[in-house]
C-alpha cells in the first residue's frame, strides 16, 4: 500500500503541476509539454486516478480554501461511470484529496 500511495501522490503532484511561463519556453525552446513531468500510472492505481479526475470538480470549499471532497457524490459518480465503490477506491481518493489540497493550497500561500 505505501508504494501506490507514494505512486497516487506522485500522479496527483504531476496533474496540478503547474505550467512554466511562456517566456521561459520561449527563451528555451520546445513546446510547453516538453517542462511537464511525465508520470507514470503503473496498473495498480490508473483506474482510482482516472476516476479521480473524474470528480476532480467536486471539491468543498470554505473561507480558507479548499476543505475536501464532496463524499456524497462519490458513489454516484461510481456507478455512473461503472467503477466499483468499495474501501480500496476510497482510501486512494483520501491519498490522492490530501496530496491534491497540499499542493493546490501551498500555491495560494505564495499567490
Known amino acids: 500500500m505505501e508504494t501506490a500511495?507514494?505512486?497516487?501522490t506522485a500522479a496527483i503532484e504531476g496533474l496540478y503541476f503547474p505550467d512554466p511561463p511562456q517566456q521561459l519556453v520561449d527563451n528555451f525552446g520546445g513546446e510547453l509539454e516538453d517542462y511537464r513531468p511525465e508520470v507514470e500510472l503503473s496498473?495498480?492505481?490508473v483506474d482510482s486516478f482516472y476516476?479521480?479526475?473524474r470528480i476532480d470538480?467536486?471539491?468543498r470549499t470554505g473561507p480558507g480554501g479548499l476543505i475536501g471532497?464532496?463524499?456524497n457524490v462519490i458513489p454516484v459518480m461510481a456507478d455512473l461511470y461503472g467503477v466499483k465503490f468499495d474501501r480500496l477506491l476510497m482510501d486512494d481518493l483520501a491519498i490522492m484529496e490530501g496530496a491534491a489540497i497540499r499542493?493546490?493550497?501551498s500555491r495560494s500561500d505564495t499567490a
Open 69 to 71: 471532497l464532496d463524499y
Open 57 to 59: 470538480t467536486q471539491w
Open 51 to 53: 476516476f479521480y479526475q
Open 43 to 45: 496498473a495498480e492505481i
Open 5 to 8: 500511495s507514494k505512486a497516487l
Open 103 to 105: 499542493v493546490l493550497m
